[in-house]
């Protein structure tokens, strides 16, 4: 089954360059058949490493298409066979163009599975048009039909598709099924031996162009809008505007300076947010641990410093965060900061407070801010598994993501949030982690904090770092 066999053309199509519409009717078969064949092994059977889970099925979409280009006007099975894998083309080509935008996390959760449906159902109406397309192939050349491993094809695909829905990995169960797919793929191949010896031959269908020119113009063209996507959605718009002077609350941060927050840091917080820590009891820098998953975040500091307001029953924190070296071409990515506010505590009459924050920077002499604005809380459940035992819990967190910008000095920020309602002796988790991107050649595309999510920001492979720490605090009216 080699899809790249020579065809015997006439000197005269050779010298032409004439397309190979020309090929001999006895090897058309031969020919047309194998790049269907490895094109169905290809878009079955694919490896998750090196992006070939994405290449492996785009390929194998383009040699079912030019398996069938020339045998579309055999008969009407072949015809709608060879319509149908121009859908199928169309429909790869539009999965992995929308998996280079944010689109897929726009759309409801749903999306991707009625998406894998209708691949099942184009793939399933192709095999059904191929078995009957080759049993009147047989009808007309007057042999007794040999497509046994043809029709067997159409119930393997769906026992597949079955397997993909249970999402099982037993390879007991996996592994002598793909067997069994390839044994058929073989047998759909030999098909053409029982048309050869029966003397049978078809005048293929003209095309216009060469098969591997329209293949390689396919991939090509494909690979360059996942590019040019990619790139158009590597940046948010910089919203920068000057830094309104600090003049206010000048006691009140006198105050908070004694018992213990950084005078630099407070600098940074607009009067509005300092005048809602009046009657702070106790200022707190919050021991931390955490990870850095990549040395590209070794020139990013953070502190934590908590804030505890008696009389509202609240803890407010505070996350600063500041780039002692820049990081490099750091115009052309994302950046973001997941937080998980309160990851675990022991009373549900808690109330966090929805964070927010701003970016600052020095730019030409001027103190330049930008508002951190965070996505509303979302739920996550986690579940990991330990021999027989389980673990689900669940969480809220929210997002910002945000780009930095272009020039600019010192660059800093801070995203603050409040925990209310609290009770003597209450607890509070809390997870912060920067993430922060190293390429926009992210497929598929993510955001930094959906990356950290998936566990890409801890793979080597994907271009994201993340540098995540934990803190815990608890409420005592002391």
């Known amino acids: 089954m080699n899809p790249d066999q020579e065809i015997n053309l006439p000197s005269a199509a050779v010298q032409q360059g004439e397309p190979d519409a020309l090929a001999q009717p006895q090897t058309l078969w031969r020919y047309a058949l194998a790049r269907i064949c490895w094109g169905l092994v290809l878009t079955t059977i694919t490896l998750n490493f090196f992006y070939l889970q994405y290449l492996l099925p785009a390929v194998g979409c383009v040699l079912i298409y030019l398996g069938l280009r020339s045998l579309r006007k055999a008969n009407r099975w072949l015809g709608a066979c060879h319509g149908l ?14 998996d280079a935008t944010p689109a897929w996390w726009a759309l409801p959760d749903s999306a ?5 449906v209708l691949a099942f159902l184009l793939v399933f109406l192709l095999l059904f048009a191929l078995w009957r397309g080759l049993k009147e192939i047989f009808r ?4 007794p039909p040999k497509t046994g491993s043809a029709g067997a094809l159409v119930i393997c695909w769906v026992l597949i598709f079955l397997l993909g829905l249970m999402e099982t990995s037993i390879w007991l169960v996996t592994l002598p099924v793909l067997i069994l797919w390839i044994c058929l793929v073989v047998g759909v191949f030999k098909i053409n031996g029982a048309l050869e010896q029966a003397g049978y031959t078809i005048i293929p269908a003209p095309v ?3 098969g591997w020119h329209l293949g390689l113009f396919y991939l090509v063209a494909l690979a360059a809008g996942i590019l040019i996507c990619l790139l158009c959605f590597s940046r948010r718009p910089v919203a920068a505007v000057p830094a309104a002077p600090q003049t206010g609350q000048t006691q009140l941060r006198q105050e908070l300076a004694e018992l213990g927050f950084p005078a630099e840091l407070l600098a940074d917080l607009p009067d509005e947010e300092v005048a809602r820590l009046e009657g702070a009891s106790g200022v707190e820098q919050k021991d931390i641990w955490g990870w850095n998953t990549a040395d590209h975040l070794e020139g990013l500091d953070c502190q934590v410093f908590q804030v505890t307001l008696p009389g509202e029953n609240t803890l407010r924190f505070y996350y600063f965060f500041q780039w002692r070296t820049p990081p490099e071409q750091r115009y052309r990515y994302l950046d973001g900061v997941e937080l998980i506010p309160a990851h675990s505590f022991n009373s549900l009459s808690m109330e966090v407070e929805s ?7 020095e730019e030409d002499g001027q103190t330049l801010e930008m508002e951190l604005t965070a996505t509303a809380p979302q ?3 986690d579940t990991w598994s330990l021999g027989t035992l389980t673990s689900v819990s669940s969480y809220s967190y929210c997002d910002m993501v945000f780009s930095l910008p272009k020039e600019g000095e010192n660059l800093r920020g801070y995203v603050t949030w409040g925990v209310s309602n609290l009770r003597e002796e209450n ?10 991107q190293l390429s926009p050649l992210s497929y598929p595309w993510a955001d930094p904090c959906q990356a950290q999510r998936l566990g890409r920001a801890a793979d080597e492979q994907d271009p994201f770092c993340s540098l995540g720490v934990w803190c815990d605090a608890h409420y005592t009216e002391q």
């Open 85 to 98: 894998s121009v859908a199928l083309l169309v429909l790869r080509a539009a999965i992995l163009l929308l």
């Open 112 to 116: 991707g599975f009625w998406t894998g």
């Open 140 to 143: 007309q050349a007057g042999q």
């Open 208 to 210: 216009r162009v060469v």
């Open 355 to 361: 964070p927010r924050g701003s970016l600052l920077w």
């Open 379 to 381: 739920v996550y459940h």
């Open 427 to 436: 607890f509070v988790t809390s997870c912060i982690t920067y993430i922060h």
